[in-house]
């Protein structure tokens, strides 16, 4: 019985990440070796030739650094932005407090793709095209995040808040002494998750750089299919070096990014 | 009702801390909503401003449009493809996940892995997969006696590749979604089922699916706005094409906005967009919530 559940285990596991191997694979072959029939599964010789000619043909080190300047960008936006009004909607007690927690939930229904005409009038109108804040900017403020940090604001015992307000904190203090250290996980979440639709974007900075030197990796990969000769193995080793870095953040936050998962994400 | 100094106080202190999050949300949500709205009412130079009131022309013309009723038909199709299958594929794999047993980690991260992947790196990879000459698809089929078409150039089979596609990348939300819903059933309900001689498939279609109904339902909704907003395997895979059959409304709004720049009728489909993913918001959780299980 064991076996047999490990037996089906393993078949799944390798159907559903059958691509991804299979991107590995042609990545470390020759154009000529994918030309074969039947279609290749494993590489006769492999080797990383396309790997050294991804970078030849387009500048793959300048859209990686875009990518996680622009993610990078995004997180510390969102986590500054997130805390703060997280903070408001767990600590404080004001009048209007629900009514704006409700306007912040009601962004969640509305798609990004209804708003994209405006948005793309605006950023070129202030000259934000081909650039960090034009790509960066429009998606420092999360109600998501905003919603995951203030479920992990309120978990936070009271006297402490009480405690600090004895000892003539300010409320501001507060949030920076107490507040954000014990929220660590949450933080982390909103962080791993910030990050990973940022750098997986493709319709916004498809539609908003135009110079090659200001494309991010997912339009810079994409760019390859377009190209008059389709050179296979070389889409591939772009795919694989793109998707590394991703893989690696499943794989280090997997439990912060199943957190964030599981409280009701949305992939963009 | 009226408001004493402290109110004031207390409300200034609040919105101060809520200000960088509506400042944002002002300029990239609030606004180009309405904006999108009002570009609808108007036609647009192709540069994007408005020039002449059109009131109701451009959705008069969006109704009467062919493209329209394609889109919209591809748009329904493409969701009854992937939705359903990708829900029931991500509970099958869930459940078969959800054991107890040494390395199943190792299993769940596997299984899991397409999360971290770029609807741009998986739309490549499903490309060379899909391609008709050096792609692996069609040699498999080949070997189990089925003729595989050209799936990209042919108006029927390019909106289920791009559905498996998608399919494919929801797949790993799905399962987790899933096996931290089944994760949250007491085992005591299966140990009972189980005394009462439920088994297999019986156990799965009266214990199973209905203990994880609230994931189910959480996913239709998720992953149907999901379906409605996704681009990136269109653009990539078949811009639209062939003849229109993956125009779906979110490609729509791209051509008729950023290739012909006609903003004031890609903001008419924006609309439907908008309104479509507020529909189905509401109905799904009027009618379908009544029949899921809570604990």
């Known amino acids: ?268 | 009702m009226g408001w004493t100094r402290r109110d004031a106080r207390s409300f200034g202190v609040g919105a101060g801390y809520l200000a960088p999050s509506l400042f944002l949300f002002t300029v990239f949500v609030f606004v180009p909503l309405g904006r999108t709205i009002y570009l609808s009412l108007f036609n647009t130079r192709s540069t994007g401003e408005p020039t002449s009131f059109a009131g109701v022309d451009n959705y008069t013309e969006l109704l009467a449009s062919e493209n329209f009723r394609t889109g919209l038909v591809a748009t329904g199709l493409f969701t009854l493809y992937t939705v359903p299958v990708g829900i029931a594929l991500g509970l099958v794999l869930a459940v078969l996940l959800n054991q107890r047993l040494r390395g199943i980690n190792v299993f769940r991260t596997m299984m899991a892995s397409t999360i971290a992947i770029s609807a741009a790196v998986g739309s490549l990879i499903w490309l060379l997969l899909l391609n008709p000459s050096l792609g692996l698809f069609d040699y498999l089929l080949s070997r189990i006696g089925i003729q595989g078409p050209d799936w990209l150039l042919q108006p029927s089979t390019a909106i289920i590749a791009v559905s498996m596609t998608t399919i494919w990348l929801t797949l790993g939300t799905n399962i987790i979604v899933l096996l931290s819903g089944l994760q949250g059933v007491p085992e005591e309900i299966y140990e009972a089922a189980r005394l009462d001689g439920a088994r297999g498939i019986r156990m799965f279609t009266r214990i199973t699916v209905p203990m994880v109904s609230p994931s189910l339902f959480f996913l239709l909704v998720v992953d149907t706005i999901a379906v409605l907003q996704a681009f990136t395997q269109i653009h990539i895979l078949t811009r639209g094409g062939p003849v229109d059959s993956t125009r779906v409304l979110v490609y729509g709004v791209y051509l008729d906005a950023f290739v012909n720049f006609q903003f004031g009728y890609a903001s008419a489909q924006a609309v439907v967009l908008f309104l479509l993913v507020l529909a189905l918001t509401i109905i799904q959780f009027r009618f379908v919530e009544r029949r899921v299980h809570y604990q």
């Open chain 1, 1 to 268: 019985m064991k076996v047999l559940n490990y037996l089906l285990l393993t078949v799944a596991a390798i159907v559903v990440a059958f691509p991804l191997l299979l991107a590995l694979a042609y990545s470390l072959m020759s154009e000529s070796e994918i030309a074969t029939f039947p279609p290749p599964i494993f590489p006769q010789a492999p080797n990383l030739d396309n790997y050294g000619r991804v970078f030849e043909t387009i500048p793959i080190g300048r859209y990686l650094l875009n990518s996680f300047v622009v993610s990078t960008a995004v997180v510390v936006g969102q986590l500054i932005t997130a805390s703060l009004a997280a903070y408001a909607f767990s600590f404080l007690t004001f009048r209007w407090r629900d009514a704006l927690f409700f306007l912040f939930l009601s962004t969640l229904m509305i798609p990004w793709e209804a708003t994209i005409i405006p948005n793309y009038l605006t950023i070129r109108s202030i000259g934000w095209l081909d650039s960090y804040q034009g790509l960066a900017v429009p998606f420092m403020a999360t109600a998501f995040g905003t919603f995951l940090l203030r479920q992990a604001f309120l978990q936070i015992p009271r006297e402490l808040w009480d405690a600090a307000r004895i000892d003539g904190a300010s409320t501001f203090r507060f949030l920076v002494s107490t507040v954000i250290p014990l929220a660590r996980p949450a933080l982390g979440t909103v962080a791993i998750y910030g990050f990973l639709s940022t750098y997986n974007q493709y319709f916004w900075p498809l539609l908003i750089t135009n110079q090659t030197l200001m494309r991010t990796t997912q339009v810079g990969i994409a760019q390859l299919r377009f190209e008059e000769t389709l050179r296979w193995g070389l889409v591939m080793a772009g795919v694989i070096m793109v998707a590394v870095p991703t893989l690696a953040l499943l794989v280090l936050g997997q439990r912060q990014l199943i957190r964030g998962l599981t409280a009701g994400a949305v992939k963009g």
